[in-house]
């Protein structure tokens, strides 16, 4: 490698005119050496290095040049020394002989050459890859935390904000209140009306401003990861929903499910939302729900399967992000934050969530539960 590097050094720093005559001038000096002492000093190294100089710092058509050179200087001077051969077509054999082996050389060298320049292309070429994925590398961590500290900041502030209107708009709803109250005997019909609408407005911001502190607290505030029974969650999410849950008819049902590390009430929570929905969108029917796990690539793939309105495919995707909703209020009362605030739930605990189904023809909702 050295050796290398240094020829490289040497070739940026001489022109080729100059060592090809450097190199003419040693092989003619090297064939005056060969007639004044009549030994056979060609037959060692002396003859290849003008070659193997200028077979490696220039290309294989000097080489090949340099080959014939110093042939035919070996030739002359083994010719003017007179040796004594048995048959004179030796000396030209012996010729021959040694260009072969120069031109062999020669080739082997330039290979090597043209390898190593290759390689150090090659190298150059991963080099630079190398530090442009250490950049991206980088740029993207950098990215990632401004993204994670601007989500954060952003739920610090709807969390902050939503709880700070609670007060205002409750204090709205008792003034209207009280107001039906003091002049009850004296509003007529329109303004009882107006008081209605305004009341509806309220309870529906309410509910708005609730399922957003929902939202917000997925990310804000969160408990430690423990060992919970999802037997017990089901059980606690159908409970809270006992009053949707008989005004509908429902029937909720679960096979045994598994033990995993999570936030108990995020938990409660996602199921909530999931058998709530399940027995929400339900039209002219019993609705019926059923919630099942079974363990898959080493998570825990947990569905929830019901018999109601379905969704179209398009959709399936959609319905997962916040305020996106597919039916008026007046159809099917919410927010259209429930969804997300589950997939918000599915993901701090590294899983994932998903829908397979048709209009029509109900839905199961899939959500995973990693090992921890």
């Not at 994670?148 to 610090?156: H, K, M, T, V």
């Not at 089901?234 to 045994?256: C, E, M, P």
């Not at 569905?303 to 305020?323: L, P």
């Not at 919410?334 to 969804?339: A, D, E, F, M, R």
Request: with cysteine; proline share 3%; charged share 25%.
């Amino acid at each position: 490698m050295f050796l290398m590097d240094f020829t490289e050094y040497l070739k940026k720093q001489y022109s080729k005119p100059l060592v090809i005559i450097s190199a003419y001038i040693l092989v003619f000096l090297i064939g005056c050496v060969d007639y004044l002492t009549g030994e056979e000093l060609s037959i060692s190294i002396f003859y290849l290095l003008p070659i193997i100089f200028i077979a490696w710092f220039l290309n294989i058509r000097a080489g090949i040049f340099m080959s014939v050179a110093s042939t035919a200087v070996w030739h002359i001077t083994a010719l003017m020394v007179s040796h004594n051969y048995s048959n004179t077509l030796i000396s030209y054999w012996n010729s021959a002989i040694q260009f072969g082996f120069f031109l062999t050389i020669v080739i082997i060298l330039s290979a090597l050459k043209m390898e190593y320049i290759k390689r150090e292309g090659l190298i150059a070429e991963l080099k630079d890859a190398l530090a442009e994925l250490k950049r991206s590398k980088e740029e993207l961590t950098q990215k990632t935390q401004e993204l994670a500290d601007s989500n954060e900041e952003l739920e610090r502030f709807a969390y902050v904000a939503a709880h700070d209107l609670k007060g205002p708009l409750t204090a709205v709803e008792g003034q209207v209140n009280r107001l039906r109250r003091r002049h009850k005997d004296k509003l007529d019909p329109d303004a009882e009306k107006i008081i209605g609408y305004a009341l509806d407005g309220i309870n529906s911001m309410k509910a708005l401003i609730n399922d957003l502190l929902s939202y917000a607290r997925v990310g804000t505030k969160n408990e430690d990861f423990k060992a919970v029974n999802c037997n017990d969650i089901v059980s606690r999410a159908i409970s809270n929903l006992q009053t949707d849950i008989a005004g509908k008819g429902a029937l909720v049902t679960h096979d045994d499910l598994p033990d995993v590390l999570a936030d108990n009430i995020q938990m409660t929570q996602l199921l909530q939302n999931l058998i709530g929905n399940a027995v929400k969108f339900c039209d002219d029917k019993t609705p019926r729900v059923h919630v099942s796990a079974k363990q898959k690539d080493g998570e825990w793939v947990f569905s929830v399967s019901d018999n109601g309105i379905g969704i179209d495919s398009k959709d399936a995707e959609r319905i997962f992000n916040i305020f996106q909703r597919l039916h008026s209020n007046t159809e099917y009362p919410g927010t259209g934050i429930g969804l997300a605030i589950c997939k918000k739930i599915a993901e701090r605990h590294g899983g994932r969530i998903w829908v397979k189904s048709e209009p029509g023809k109900g839905s199961t909702f899939f959500f995973t539960i990693p090992p921890r």
